[in-house]
């Protein structure tokens, strides 16, 4: 696992980058339904640097911010403008700790595997829970190949477990990538 140090030098080395598509990718399908009378509830699991917050904030959305790391809410505190502060709930918490409330969307932008894999079902069960009738998980997960999975206190899946936490779930996209790619601690697999 990454000290808060570490943490907070991935945010400076990611400041800037442009929203998740799975989270663009839930919102353009959100947009194409009747607009709620109120503001949707959408909570962002290991929300880190808070742009996806940002985005969902700039959109209308009321956020629940949910990290782990003590100066993702910093990083978050700082960024969020005046005005939307009022819609913006930060919680810093471990996943296997956390109690969710009822959301239209749960993003979680590659912080599922952070959850041990001894609270992963526990917490799962709480994530799909949470999600009203409606509502859309967006998010990632690391598979068994990846090249931390031998790091015993994350959790990795196959495709087909995966596939199986949605069972209850209608899936309008789902894409694995088996390749390199960036991380806190560099390039890995």
């Not at 990290?67 to 809410?73: E, I, K, L, N």
């Not at 790091?151 to 390199?180: A, C, W």
Request: aromatic share 12%; hydrophobic share 40%; proline share 8%.
């Amino acid at each position: 696992m990454l000290t808060e140090t570490e943490w907070d030098d991935f945010y400076k080395k990611i400041a800037g980058r442009y929203p998740r598509p799975a989270l663009t990718d839930a919102l353009a399908l959100f947009e194409k339904e009747p607009a709620p009378a109120e503001p949707r509830l959408a909570i962002d699991l290991g929300s880190g640097d808070g742009i996806e917050c940002i985005f969902l904030l700039e959109r209308g959305w009321r956020v629940l911010a949910v990290d782990g790391d003590p100066s993702a809410a910093k990083w978050l505190e700082e960024k969020t403008p005046p005005e939307m502060r009022d819609r913006l709930q930060i919680l810093t918490a471990k996943f296997e700790d956390v109690s969710l409330p009822h959301a239209d969307l749960i993003h979680s932008s590659f912080s599922m595997p952070f959850c041990p894999p001894e609270h992963f079902p526990a917490f799962w069960k709480r994530v799909a829970d949470a999600v009203i009738p409606g509502g859309r998980f967006a998010g990632q997960f690391f598979g068994v190949r990846d090249e931390w999975a031998n790091e015993p206190n994350m959790t990795f899946l196959t495709e087909e477990q995966v596939r199986g936490l949605f069972s209850g779930f209608e899936i309008e996209t789902f894409h694995e990538k088996d390749r390199e790619g960036k991380s806190a601690r560099g390039v890995k697999h």
